[in-house]
């Protein structure tokens, strides 16, 4: 499909266990952005890459949360030694342009279930 | 954590009518919007406001910008039963950061 893509679509984990989750952005869009959204709430940013660079990862929550995109294209969040607070919806987002008033395209996201 | 209130949390309305919904904040955004979030999905936008006072439209969808910065509503008119879901606003606080601010949501139920 043309949207964005993320896998799995459910994953569940125990505690302690070290999860990673996969983004394929749409072809060609520079900008991608990984959130968090817990039951019931918006979604919280985490972190921002530009190409391959990863220029803001200030949500991240911990230094169990990594991020990486090494070619530019597709990105993988990896949580480490999950913990039951890290349950919920991880949402990946991308844009074509670094223009601040670029269109977000959302994928359908992955849900993280902690046990 | 969330700096954006959003009310209210939840409506239930029926079949044809208008609905509102708003955001406030402490803190002054330079861009405003409005997305629309369906079970399992991701988040899809409605309409973007970059102005302060911009009033704008999006079919039955109509957006303002408040005047100080630190609001905005959406107003839904003529409900009709695929309009029922989420509906988040999310402001970005300046023109160097990326990172959107969204709010905890207005759950919309519609009545056929």
């Known amino acids: 499909g043309a949207g964005v893509s993320q896998s799995p679509r459910y994953k569940v984990a125990k505690r302690g266990q070290d999860v990673a989750l996969r983004c394929d952005p749409i072809?060609?869009?520079?900008?991608l952005f990984w959130y968090q959204q817990a039951l019931g709430q918006g979604p919280e940013f985490l972190t921002y890459?530009?190409?391959?660079?990863?220029?803001?990862k200030s949500g991240l929550p911990s230094d169990r949360f990594f991020a990486e995109r090494p070619e530019g294209s597709v990105s993988t969040l990896k949580i480490q030694r999950t913990q039951q607070e890290d349950s919920a919806v991880y949402l990946c987002?991308?844009?074509?342009?670094?223009?601040?008033?670029?269109?977000?395209?959302f994928g359908s996201g992955t849900q993280l279930s902690v046990l | 954590g969330q700096q954006l209130n959003q009310s209210p949390q939840s409506m239930f309305i029926q079949e044809g009518e208008d609905v509102s919904m708003n955001c406030t904040s402490s803190s002054i955004f330079n861009t405003w919007l409005w997305y629309k979030q369906d079970p399992g999905e991701g988040p899809v936008l409605l309409i973007a406001l970059y102005k302060a006072g911009e009033l704008t439209s999006n079919g039955r969808l109509t957006a303002q910008f408040g005047i100080t910065r630190k609001d905005s509503f959406l107003n839904i008119s003529a409900s009709i039963p695929s309009d029922v879901g989420i509906y988040f606003c999310?402001?970005?606080?300046?023109?160097?950061?990326?990172?959107?601010?969204f709010g905890s949501g207005t759950r919309l139920q519609v009545q056929p």
């Open positions: 999310a402001g970005q606080l300046n023109a160097g950061r990326r990172a959107l601010t």
């Open positions: 987002a991308s844009s074509f342009q670094v223009a601040t008033n670029e269109k977000l395209f």
């Open positions: 072809s060609g869009h520079v900008s």
């Open positions: 890459f530009q190409n391959e660079a990863q220029l803001d």
